[in-house]
DNA sequence: CCCATATATGAGCAATTGTTCATATATTCA
DNA sequence: TGAATATATGAACAATTGCTCATATATGGG
């Protein structure tokens, strides 16, 4: 009897590029870079500069990082004079960390 | 004036750690055959035959996958004569699943 | 306008990842 | 016990990833 499981698999195979776009998602959650740069966001807005500096990584790793974040419209930008400044794009973001830290802490 | 800054720095330098658990947790998440697995899982225990039909990938496709969840703790096994039926460990992963849902479904 | 500073971008590379194929292990049933 | 079935495992490989280096772009100050 495996109608239980066939309607399982229907519904996973039906909604087969939500999940894609679920796992791309927890992808980016899943650098500790780009965690560490989002978890810094929640707290504050952060200049690529800033962010270099208490990461430890090259300022290149940074820009490639936060372009991605950017990408995928986790983070925005605002230019202040020779800075640009990002920051999250709305609180879900803390939403999926707190809900993987809860995890991670038991 | 870096100082909230700096102090945002260090509360991540400490936690580093941490952050790397979270993002490995993540990064679990992040494969879409690895997530269909556990919402499939959600919905009922399955063996990995069952699995391994629905997602139209290679048996061992799917044990090396399972493998990868036992060992970071997200499901467990039961043997049932010739099948293993894998469940979830507990309920976090749904959790975490529909929190990234929510974000992508808006 | 030119130079210093801040950020972005592209090429290249080592490391990691997800899969398949072949094979090993383990359990049931005749 | 031996064949059949279910699952696990290891090697190999292509694809992806995250970084660095070099360089491009853009802004502000003199």
Redesign the pocket.
């Known amino acids: 009897m495996d109608n239980a499981i066939s309607k399982i698999q229907g519904a996973i195979t039906r909604n087969s590029e939500l999940f894609e776009e679920v796992a791309d998602l927890f ?1 980016i959650f ?5 965690l560490k740069i989002l978890v810094a966001l929640t707290q504050s807005d952060m ?4 962010i ?1 500096e208490f ?1 430890s ?12 974040l ?1 990408t995928s419209n986790l983070v925005k ?1 605002r ?1 202040v ?6 920051s999250l794009t709305d609180d879900h973001v803390k939403t999926i960390i707190d809900c993987g830290m809860e995890h991670v802490t038991e």
């Not at 200049?47 to 800033?50: N, T």
């Not at 940074?62 to 372009?67: E, F």
């Not at 004079?81 to 990002?86: L, T």
């Open positions: 992808k899943g650098d500790s870079s780009r200049c690529v500069s800033e270099s990461l990584i090259t300022q290149s790793a940074v820009s490639h990082q936060l372009r991605i950017k930008t230019r004079g020779k800075n640009i400044y990002y």
